[in-house]
């Protein structure tokens, strides 16, 4: 008599975590080599405009998302700009929006976070786009008081270890794509200390091996870039 087999349980989009597994398993299957486009040239690209920042000069800010990512990989293009603020100074940013004629547009939601983020998008005569964020919960509190990486408008980006745990926990399409790269251009000792310092936030015993498997994905990647990644960045 054949023995049966236990059904395997089933892919839910809805889950990080899932949609993780999904793209490093599949990445690593197919084990592609090159980028598909000029890395070199992106990563000496122009610096996007985020002049309307000043808005919040006094309040601690600091750049996530796309722009935050172009810091440490190669940029992508996007519309809006995602800034991130401390739970106690939000309220405060938020004004400052109301007060200079922005509208917003919608609240953010971000099911299945464990990051306990909350934001709002917000736009100016339909032209400009400003998602804004804050979280109550440590990990935040840890990234602001790191000194954080300034772009060369003076912009601050959030630390790199706490980018790579926003987009660990978001997991969407493009973020699997900006953890590659961010983590491709790691050797493996930086890699390593990124793991260790992002295990006191995240209860998931998949996410050493993950963000080894990312880098990896990252440098397969970069091979025909000719970018060395045994110095790190």
């Keep these: 008599m054949s023995r049966s087999v ?16 999904f793209f490093i398993e599949r990445a690593l299957r197919t084990r592609s080599r090159g980028a598909g ?34 810091a440490y990989a190669p940029p992508r293009q996007t519309a ?7 739970f106690d100074r939000y309220a405060e940013a938020d004004a400052r929006l109301r007060t200079a004629g922005w509208i917003k547009t919608q609240d953010l939601v971000f099911p299945g976070s464990r990051l306990g983020l909350v934001g709002a998008a917000w736009s100016q005569a339909g032209s400009e786009e400003i998602d804004v964020m804050t979280s109550d919960q440590h990990w935040l509190r840890d990234a602001f008081a790191l000194a954080s990486v300034l772009r060369s408008d003076g912009a601050r980006v959030i630390p790199g270890d706490y980018l790579v745990l926003m987009k660990v926990e978001s997991a969407r399409g493009h973020d699997q794509g900006d953890l590659t790269r961010i ?7 930086e ?9 006191r936030y995240l209860d998931d015993g998949n996410i050493a ?13 970069y091979e025909t870039g000719e970018i060395n990644v045994d110095d790190g960045r």
């Design 37 to 70: 486009s000029d890395l070199k040239s992106l990563l000496a690209g122009t610096v996007p405009n985020v002049a309307h920042l000043a808005l919040f000069d006094g309040i601690p800010t600091m750049l996530i998302g796309a722009h935050a990512a172009a």
């Design 209 to 221: 091996e993950d963000l080894r498997h990312y880098a990896q994905i990252g440098r397969w990647e």
């Design 191 to 199: 890699v390593e200390l990124t793991i260790s310092r992002l295990s």
């Design 6 to 21: 236990p059904p395997t349980r089933p892919f839910d989009p809805a889950s990080a975590a899932d949609r993780r597994r």
């Design 183 to 189: 983590l491709g251009l790691m050797n493996d000792a």
């Design 80 to 86: 809006d700009v995602d800034v991130i603020f401390p």
